[in-house]
């Protein structure tokens, strides 16, 4: 693409003022621009966060014991559908691990005592272990970031992708947002570089896109996909008593989900919203709300979701041309003035993000799937204290993991 075009690019997406700058450039600086700015998915300013509308109720599910009583039932069912390759795994890795102490993609944290096991190996054990028991191939997408990507990829390459088929495992880097100030101008973070930052864990699916791997996958048969968090070290992924009961109940996606330990515990709680499946965030429930049970004493919103879902690949499709909701999100972004690069003191930009609780509530249908917490949820958050380093290698040893 040209300058020209390039240049209309901006104006139509009223980012006029990047032109003046545009004009100080030279000609190696114009033609970075404008790849980048070619690179960019524009559309992501035409989305809105909108006010979710209708009531908050309780959203039923399959509890431990239901599961229990048809594991085998779901787990043929599950089983099938792995030896057929109908089911792939998204990890969600496009994170660092500034919170733990490190610069390197938060997969590569070691988390051993006695020896060297990281977070990407814990994850690939785990799906090594579905796909051994049931000689199933499950193709593995890992969604890394702009700041990320190589270092992940060499780092998966430098470790024999820990035994997982090499050819089974697929790279995509998610698509960025630009930064703009609170009048929702575009920000330079150096003289002719736009300021980005990750589009949010909604943006998964549309950045596999962008990097043509759903048509990849749709060749091979993929009809289900298992998203899940890089930092949970007990994600069970590709399960297929999940795979199985999500098949069986005939709704377009499934969520795993913990028992709250306490009503004011720090995660998203599955329910309804208007009459279609909703994740709300801890924050937003109110103490009355938070607190509300049922007959058996149970907390009504208590199935604490774990970032572990299943999409029915087609379904995923449907909602593709929907307005996905974009959230401005208020942080600080270092930017370039002009004549220097400034790192503000306080929020100066929005940051635009889409999250997949928004793909959830945007289809027709979720299957709530209770999991045990000791045995599937041991999130790598914090260096020490509530969901840290040392809570996850406590659960780890209890599941029989050699650190």
């Known amino acids: 693409m040209n300058f020209q075009e390039?240049?209309?690019?901006?104006?139509?997406?009223?980012?006029?003022?990047?032109?003046?700058a545009f004009d100080g450039f030279d000609e190696d600086e114009k033609r970075a621009f404008c790849r980048q700015v070619n690179s960019i998915d524009w559309s992501i300013f035409d989305k809105r966060s909108e006010e979710r509308k209708g009531g908050l109720s309780p959203i039923s599910g399959l509890t431990r014991r239901e599961i229990a009583e048809r594991s085998d039932e779901f787990e043929r069912t599950g089983a099938e559908l792995l030896r057929a390759g109908k089911v792939g795994a998204v990890m969600l890795a496009g994170g660092q691990g500034t919170r733990l102490g490190s610069d390197a993609p938060k997969g590569a944290f070691n988390i051993g005592l006695t020896k060297e096991i990281y977070i990407f190996e814990c994850l690939i054990d785990n799906l090594l272990s579905?796909?051994?028991?049931?000689?199933?191939?499950?193709?593995?997408?890992?969604?890394?970031?702009?700041?990320?990507?190589?270092?992940?990829?060499?780092?998966?390459?430098?470790?024999?992708?820990?035994?997982?088929?090499?050819n089974d495992v697929y790279f995509f880097v998610q698509d960025m947002a630009p930064c703009t100030d609170f009048d929702g101008k575009v920000l330079l973070e150096e003289k002719a570089k736009i300021a980005l930052s990750p589009n949010g864990n909604g943006g998964w699916f549309s950045s596999m896109k962008r990097?043509?791997?759903?048509?990849?996958?749709?060749?091979?048969?993929?009809?289900?996909?298992?998203?899940f968090a890089v930092d949970n070290v007990l994600q069970r992924i590709a399960d297929p008593v999940f795979v199985g009961a999500a098949a069986l109940s005939g709704l377009p996606c499934?969520?795993?989900?913990?028992?709250?330990?306490?009503?004011?515990?720090?995660?998203?709680?599955?329910c309804q919203r208007g009459g279609r499946p909703d994740i709300i965030e801890y924050y937003e429930l109110d103490e009355k709300t938070a607190n509300a049970r049922d007959e058996k004493g149970e907390l009504l919103y208590g199935s604490g979701v774990i970032l572990n879902y299943l999409f029915r690949v087609s379904s995923l499709e449907e909602i593709e041309g929907?307005?996905?909701?974009?959230?401005?999100?208020?942080?600080?972004?270092?930017?370039?003035?002009?004549?220097?690069?400034?790192?503000p003191d306080r929020e100066n930009a929005y940051k635009y993000e889409t999250l997949i609780l928004d793909m959830i509530h945007l289809l027709n249908g979720c299957l709530p799937f209770e999991v045990e917490r000791e045995k599937e949820f041991a999130p790598v958050k914090n260096a020490s204290g509530a969901d840290s380093i040392q809570t996850a290698q406590e659960l780890l040893r209890k599941n029989g993991v050699q650190l």
């Open 130 to 166: 579905v796909t051994n028991k049931f000689g199933a191939r499950v193709p593995l997408f890992v969604m890394t970031s702009d700041k990320n990507d190589i270092e992940t990829r060499t780092f998966f390459e430098k470790h024999g992708y820990f035994g997982y088929p090499e």
């Open 211 to 227: 990097a043509g791997l759903v048509g990849r996958l749709k060749k091979q048969g993929v009809e289900w996909l298992n998203v």
């Open 322 to 343: 929907s307005k996905f909701p974009v959230h401005r999100v208020k942080k600080k972004v270092p930017y370039f003035d002009g004549e220097k690069r400034v790192i």
């Open 6 to 20: 390039t240049k209309l690019l901006l104006i139509q997406n009223g980012q006029d003022a990047l032109l003046r």
């Open 254 to 270: 499934g969520a795993k989900a913990v028992k709250k330990v306490s009503p004011e515990e720090r995660v998203g709680v599955l």
